[in-house]
């Protein structure tokens, strides 16, 4: 089999419409910039995934800092360490669903919430042990 020589691909800031609402635009394998990785690839109806992906590959996923938040439910501030616990199952979620920046900033607020739920949580402990004793 061999394939056609031209293909019809997504395009940034093209006018023409398909119906669906995204962009196409056909072009022939001779005007391409990058040729096709394959003779199978050369009918492509949307852009590929790596091509429209906005997280650069060497930053890997956001942190959600969901283990300091479980360890800061053992303390004894329980409103806010379970909002930490919260905010980082929310930030898990939101970086599952490609919102990077919704992420980190979910996973630094969890993050300042365990601690500070961690360090008053000390506090308390330590002045219960020693107006106890």
């Known amino acids: 089999?061999?394939?056609?020589?031209?293909?019809?691909?997504?395009?940034?800031?093209e006018t023409e419409r398909n119906g669906?609402?995204?962009?196409?635009?056909?072009v022939s394998v001779g005007h391409l910039e990058v040729a096709p990785l394959s003779p199978s690839r050369l009918s492509l109806g949307r852009?590929?995934?790596t091509a429209t992906s906005t997280v650069a590959p060497d930053?890997?996923?956001?942190?959600?800092?969901?283990?300091?938040?479980?360890?800061s439910c053992f303390c004894p501030v329980w409103p806010i360490n379970i909002v930490a616990l919260v905010f980082s199952i929310m930030s898990r979620n939101s970086?599952?669903?490609?919102?990077?920046?919704?992420?980190?900033?979910?996973?630094?607020?969890?993050r300042l919430l365990s601690i500070v739920s961690i360090v008053l949580g000390t506090i308390i402990i330590v002045l219960y042990i020693s107006i106890s004793v």
Request: net charge positive; charged share 20%; glycine share 16%.
């Open 1 to 13: 089999l061999r394939g056609s020589k031209s293909f019809t691909a997504a395009l940034p800031g």
């Open 20 to 26: 669906h609402g995204l962009a196409y635009k056909s």
């Open 47 to 49: 852009a590929s995934s």
């Open 59 to 71: 930053q890997g996923r956001p942190r959600d800092y969901l283990v300091l938040a479980i360890f």
């Open 95 to 110: 970086g599952q669903q490609g919102d990077v920046d919704g992420a980190r900033r979910l996973g630094r607020m969890a």
